[in-house]
């Protein structure tokens, strides 16, 4: 059984999802956009430049009619954390919505902490609700070091005079430890059980956008090639365990393992829809070191999954492994979806005999086993 070892440290930042109001605001106020600045702040964070606390109703509604806030013009706000015990790797799940109706996407969202730095924006066609939910690897910090995490808005065409900018809501943070590989799969997190917190109150999976580097990824051990849907079994139909990767808008994962040259592997998956309504015909490309195969599944929508293999032999370097999606299908209310993998699993294959390379004749070999097997 795979291993891998996680921790979550709870309540790493202070008033994550900002209902804890600013100092100057009246506790009954329906005004949607109060300003913050060096007379009023909000508890858990600083803020530069345009920063507004916004308040959910008609004009930007907000994840449970709750609480934000919106970047404008300049816009930053940053909180420092301690990163406690052992080297870890920092995950970050959040919200962003436009802060305003009829908005389009010219602005970005950009996060950091020391030593990386994405941008983020509102995808069309990504969410049926308002709001979309990103997840993003801070980095791996650890021994007692403070981190800076700072959120600040980008405007990403120039030429155009901007009043609509984003909303940040509902920030969580978890640490996950480094994993580690078990007896019955060679594969570290072939489940996808270790990657973002999934959001209290939230039905619309965790984004996840394309990440060449296996390191920098919030997938542990798997790289997004295109945006990707992170899911859990409350909300979707996962195949096996917590949570699963659907690849939309034909998107895919990667992973790369060190294999023995010249020996045979079995690559298992499960393979099927969300339970989303997404209905159609859905075509994956599969590659395993030099090996690479296709697969469809003719999908209803309603959540339902297959095991499949494949078997390939490994070269003399790290064999690559992924999953892509050939498939460009939305369901009923114009969200974008696609397949579903999950319960991924790299085994040697059975009966093979991997000898190491001799001159020695294979007829000899086999008889020096016989005389084992006989006591001879």
């Known amino acids: 059984m795979l291993t891998l070892v996680s ?38 964070w600083t803020s530069q430049g345009t920063v507004q606390y916004v308040i959910s109703g008609p004009s930007v509604p907000l994840p449970r009619n709750g ?29 962003i919505a436009f802060g305003g109706l009829n908005c389009s996407a010219n602005v970005s969202l950009v996060v950091s902490a020391p030593d990386s730095a994405s941008e983020f924006s509102v995808k069309q066609n990504y969410s049926k609700a308002a709001w979309q939910i990103y997840g993003h690897l801070l980095g791996s910090f650890g021994n007692g070091e403070s981190i800076d995490l700072v959120l600040e808005s980008q405007k990403i065409d120039t030429g155009t005079n901007s009043t609509c900018w984003l909303v940040v809501d509902s920030l969580k943070l ?60 409350r909300h979707y139909f996962v195949p096996e365990g917590n949570a699963a990767i659907e690849m939309i808008s034909g998107a895919g994962i990667q992973t790369a393992k060190a294999l023995t040259d010249g020996s045979n592997y079995d690559l298992e998956f499960m393979l099927g829809d969300a339970n989303d309504s997404c209905k159609g015909n859905f075509t994956i490309g599969v590659e395993a070191g030099t090996s690479a195969q296709n697969f469809t599944v003719q999908s209803k929508g309603t959540g339902s999954a297959n095991k499949y293999s494949m078997k390939f032999k490994a070269g003399s370097s790290p064999a690559p492994i992924s999953f892509q999606s050939y498939t460009m299908v939305q369901n009923g209310d114009g969200v974008l979806c696609g397949p579903v993998i999950d319960g991924v699993v790299l085994r040697p294959s059975k009966g093979h005999l991997s000898y190491p390379k001799s001159n020695v004749p294979q007829a000899l070999l086999l008889l020096v086993l016989l005389l084992c097997l006989y006591g001879i």
Do not use: M
Request: charged fraction near 15%.
């Open 67 to 95: 609480h934000a806030l919106l970047l404008a013009e300049d816009g930053k706000i940053n909180q420092t954390f301690t990163a406690n015990g052992d080297i870890k790797q920092y995950i970050l799940t959040f919200v």
């Open 7 to 44: 921790s979550l440290q709870c309540h790493i930042l202070q008033n994550p999802d900002f209902e804890l109001p600013p100092s100057q605001i009246s506790p009954n106020s329906t005004v949607p956009f109060v300003q913050l600045n060096e007379n009023n702040t909000i508890p858990g």
């Open 174 to 233: 978890k640490s996950i430890s480094p994993s580690t590989q078990g007896k019955d799969n060679l594969l570290s997190n072939g489940g996808f059980e270790f990657g973002p917190d999934f959001l209290d109150g939230f039905s619309e999976g965790v984004l996840l956008d394309s990440e060449p580097s296996l390191v920098e990824s919030a997938l542990q051990e798997w790289s997004p090639t295109g945006t990707i849907r992170y899911i859990d079994s």
